[in-house]
C-alpha cells in the first residue's frame, strides 16, 4: 500500500516544537514492510495552504497513492484539491476547536473519504459523531523510546534545577488558553511550576523526570498525549476528565484524573510533594499508546477503507 501524510505540523530546525506527534507517526509507519510512505509538510498560514495543492499537483504529477492522509482539518483542503487518491483526515484539537479553522474543516469533510478524531471525546465536537456521521478513532500516539524513566537527579542537574525540593510541570505553553494554566499555578500555590514553552521536544522527557508531578488541567483535550508521556516517564501525572485522561489514567496508584477543584488537586498533589522521588508504575499503560500500536491502527483503517471502496 502507498499513502502520502500531508501535513502543515510536522517540525523543522525553526520550529522544532511543531507537530512531533505527526513525526512520530510518520516515522511508526515507515518502520513497517506493509506500507511505503511519502511525507508532503509544508508551513502554517494561509499563502502555505493556498500554494500546497499546486504544489502536491506539480510534485506528484500521474502518480496515485492508495491513501492521502491529511493531519489538520485545514489540510484536507489542499490533499483533496490534488486529486492524488482517496483523502483520510485525522482531526487534532484547534481545527474543531476555534471558530475559523471549524467553519473550515466541516466545509471539506463531506469530499474525504473518512474523517478520523484523536479521541472519542473530542470527534463529539462534529455535529452527528457516531449516529449519522462514521468518525474514525485514530491518536497519533507517543514515542516510548524517547519518553522513558530517567534518574531524576540526572534530569534536574541537565536542566540547572535544584537537586532538592519538589517541582511541578505544566507540560504546554502557558499562552494556550484550552490547557488552563491558571488552574496549575492554582493547584501548585508555592511550588516550583516549570512549563514546557519552547522546549525543544528532544528535552521534554528531562523537563517531566525532572518534576514531582505533572499537571494537566485542561479545560478540554483533542487526546491528551502529555499524561502519556508522563506515564512513560513513570512520573505521577493529574488530569481532568477529557479527552483520553480518564481511560489512560484510571488505576495507576498515584496518577488522578478528576473534575477541576483546586482542594481535590491539591490533596491528590499531597503525596507527591512530600516524597523525594515520587513514581508511577505506568510504562505498561503508555506503550499501549505508543506510535508504533497507532500507527498500526491507522494501517487497519486504510485496509478497512480502501475494502469498502472495492467492494
Not at 467553519?103 to 455535529?127: G, Q
Request: hydrophobic share 45%; glycine share 8%.
Amino acid at each position: 500500500m502507498r499513502a502520502l501524510i500531508v501535513s502543515n505540523m510536522y517540525p523543522t530546525a525553526q520550529r522544532p516544537a511543531l507537530g512531533p506527534f505527526v513525526r512520530d507517526q510518520v516515522e511508526a509507519l515507515r518502520r513497517r514492510v506493509d506500507v511505503e510512505i511519502e511525507l508532503f509538510a509544508f508551513g502554517p498560514g494561509p499563502r502555505a495552504l493556498v500554494n500546497a495543492a499546486r504544489t502536491l499537483r506539480s510534485r506528484y504529477r500521474g502518480q496515485r497513492f492508495d491513501i492521502v492522509h491529511a493531519h489538520f482539518g485545514l489540510t484536507a483542503w489542499p490533499a483533496v484539491l490534488a486529486r492524488l487518491g482517496p483523502v483520510v483526515v485525522t482531526l487534532h484539537g484547534n481545527d474543531l476547536l476555534v471558530r475559523r479553522s471549524y467553519l473550515a474543516t466541516r466545509a471539506i469533510l463531506p469530499f474525504t473519504a473518512l474523517t478520523a478524531a484523536v479521541s472519542r471525546d473530542f470527534s463529539a465536537n462534529l455535529p452527528g459523531a457516531g449516529t449519522k456521521r462514521r468518525v474514525a478513532v485514530l491518536p497519533v500516539g507517543i514515542d516510548v523510546h524517547r519518553f522513558r524513566p530517567i534518574p531524576r537527579a540526572q534530569a534536574r542537574a541537565r536542566l540547572g534545577l535544584a537537586p532538592d525540593g519538589p517541582y511541578l510541570l505544566f507540560p504546554h505553553d502557558p499562552s494556550r488558553p484550552l490547557k488552563r494554566y491558571d488552574r496549575a499555578v492554582e493547584a501548585a500555590g508555592d511550588v516550583p511550576l516549570l512549563t514546557l514553552g519552547g522546549v525543544p521536544p528532544d528535552e521534554v522527557p528531562y523537563w517531566i523526570n525532572a518534576a514531582n508531578a505533572v499537571l494537566v488541567p485542561s479545560q478540554t483535550e483533542g487526546f491528551g498525549l502529555a499524561v502519556i508521556e508522563a506515564l512513560a516517564c513513570g512520573v505521577p501525572a493529574l488530569g481532568t476528565p477529557v479527552g483520553i485522561h480518564p481511560v489512560v489514567l484510571e488505576g495507576i496508584d498515584g496518577a488522578y484524573c478528576g473534575p477541576w477543584d483546586p482542594d481535590a488537586w491539591r490533596a491528590a498533589l499531597a503525596p507527591h510533594l512530600a516524597a523525594a522521588d515520587p513514581r508511577v508504575d505506568g510504562r505498561a499503560r503508555a506503550e499501549l499508546f505508543s506510535a508504533d500500536a497507532m500507527a498500526a491502527r491507522v494501517v487497519e483503517a486504510w485496509r478497512d477503507l480502501l475494502a469498502e471502496h472495492k467492494a
